[in-house]
């Protein structure tokens, strides 16, 4: 199947600091797209990929797993690792519970995360039946663009399929029995007006990583997708500072071009 318009992964060829972005769940490359191409523009090395079943059409999702999205993100890892000399995860919804298992998996050669309304639990109140409903029910309505912005919206599938719904509630438990591996800095900012993942999996995962370095920013004018809202700059703008204060070859003068 081709890919959607906007869809497309994205790759820039940078210094010696990457970043890895991470998508969430029915979502795309393009949530983060902004986001990628201004890290790009200053200089770093950035991978964008597109999770496997995602991009093209719903359908295709019911063949995939969590399995196969993770080790998408962690092939892009390794490829940042053996590329760059620092390397940062950064990562939206379900690719905050991706970032975090990376970082519990890889350890000290990620250097920080920056998470953005990251998600921890399926909270739908039939979540408990998806063991049995994927069987029965192929798909249940979509919840990409929830986003305030006056016409923004998100590159993403408009129905969930419910067998790829239950293999994302096994790995979120997954996730959070290793979340007290995670001990590297941390940037957490999401919405407290957020109608796909309540605050209180960000307050969650705050209680239960290892990590010292760590702040939390509130995104008060924007929904889910916060990436593509209202308070889009500060979060492009917040991450690249926080990188820049752990690689100390961003922001000098022709460091993080690797001139």
């Not at 239950?166 to 790995?171: A, E, I, K, M, N």
Request: glycine letters at 8%; proline letters at 7%; aromatic letters at 8%.
């Amino acid at each position: 199947m081709p890919v959607l318009l906007g869809a497309e992964p994205f790759r820039h060829e940078g210094g010696p600091v990457g970043v890895l972005l991470c998508h969430g769940f029915t979502g795309s490359p393009q949530s983060l797209r902004p986001w990628a191409e201004y890290l790009a523009e200053r200089g770093l090395t950035v991978s964008l990929p597109l999770l496997p079943g995602h991009g093209t059409r719903w359908q295709d999702m019911q063949l995939t797993g969590w399995q196969d999205w993770y080790a998408e993100v962690d092939r892009a890892l390794r490829e940042l690792l053996d590329r760059c000399e620092q390397v940062f995860v950064f990562g939206l919804s379900m690719g905050g519970a991706l970032s975090l298992r990376l970082a519990a998996k890889h350890g000290e050669s990620i250097s920080g995360l920056v998470l953005v309304n990251p998600a921890n639990k399926v909270h739908d109140p039939l979540a408990f039946a998806l063991p049995v409903a994927q069987h029965f029910i192929r798909s249940t309505p979509g919840i990409a663009s929830d986003i305030a912005k006056p016409g923004s919206a998100e590159v993403g599938y408009d129905r969930v399929p419910t067998r790829a719904a239950h293999s994302l509630r096994r790995f979120f438990r997954l996730v959070d029995t290793e979340l007290p591996q995670v001990t590297q800095p941390v940037l957490l900012l999401h919405s407290p007006q957020d109608h796909v993942v309540p605050p209180v999996d960000s307050a969650r995962i705050l209680a239960r990583i290892s990590s010292t370095d760590v702040t939390e920013t509130l995104l008060e004018q924007s929904y889910h997708v916060a990436t593509l809202d209202h308070d889009a700059e500060r979060i492009f703008a917040d991450s690249y500072a926080f990188v820049g204060r752990l690689a100390k070859s961003v922001g000098r003068e022709g460091a993080a071009s690797g001139g």
